[in-house]
């Protein structure tokens, strides 16, 4: 419990540094868009950059621990973009709800989460699930997102229209040029190593300023759907977790280090990916920080109860 609460605890702080700056109005009000504008142009490329630049194929070559991990994010986003979509509701909404329900935290959370539940060992694992998460999963997303955005009705006019959005996409772009670094064995140099960790060392903490700072403006109300929040948050906190583990024990046989890392893994609240995306898009951000919050409380009890059963 001790571990979960020291992970976690600095996200609310985060969210509440930037919720109180905006109540006593130390901050502008574009102050929550201008910054997540900040974390999408310049912060989170250097760190998808930074993340893969550094990747070694010998750690992260897992196939059964990356089908694993990867089929149950999968399946939970997959389910969730089929769920929403019988509302119905459109294409670019219901793939930030499947990022809700699908986008562990691994990065701000998983990392310390890990090495004080499970050891050094369970960093290299980690570091895949991050990798499936923040890019692959995210990229995935950021396609939905575009095609559902374009009004063409011709196929080769809309396929041309997602691809000139993507190719000008940040964060797709990024992790895709990094990719070279690993592939050629190339090493980064030691100064752009430095801008990358002060640039990139800023996405997460942003993000989360700019989720209190959204949370603090005052809007026009507008219900927030609580039964689809809930449903959210049970994919993400119950269900991912649980796919993860069968998909761990039963189908890929991995040991016991592999499966808990997996399944805590899968098990960690919704991170700030989906609220980057919901604020850059200018979509429904209100249902996207409700999960968040709801997820990231919730998980100190799922997370606790899980790491007792596994001890």
Sequence with gaps: M?????????????????????????????ASSELNRFVVYLALPALLFDIVAHAQWAEIWQPRFIAAFGIGAALVFCLTIAVRLRRPRHLADAAIDALNA??????FVGFPLALAALGREA????????IITVCILFAI???????????????????????????????????AVAAIVPATGLGVPDAVESFLKLLGGAASPCALVALGLFLATKRESSET??????????FKLVLQPAVTWVMATAVFGL??????????????PTGTGPFMLAEFYKREAA?????????TITSILTISGYLALAR
């Design 2 to 30: 001790l571990s979960t609460l020291a992970a976690i605890l600095p996200i609310f702080a985060l969210i509440f540094a930037g919720w109180l700056a905006q109540r006593i109005g130390v901050l502008g009000p574009h």
């Design 102 to 107: 699908g986008y562990a935290n691994t990065g």
């Design 123 to 130: 960093l290299a694992p980690t570091l895949i699930a991050t």
């Design 141 to 175: 997303a950021i396609v939905l997102i575009e095609t559902g955005l374009q009004t063409e009705k011709r196929r080769r006019h809309l396929v041309a229209k997602v691809g000139s959005s993507l190719i000008r996409n940040p964060l797709l772009v990024a992790p």
């Design 225 to 234: 759907n609580v039964g689809s929040a809930a449903l959210l948050v049970s």
């Design 255 to 268: 040991p016991p280090l592999l499966t808990h890392v997996a399944v805590l893994l899968a098990a960690l």
């Design 287 to 295: 249902m996207t920080s409700n999960v968040i919050l709801a997820s």
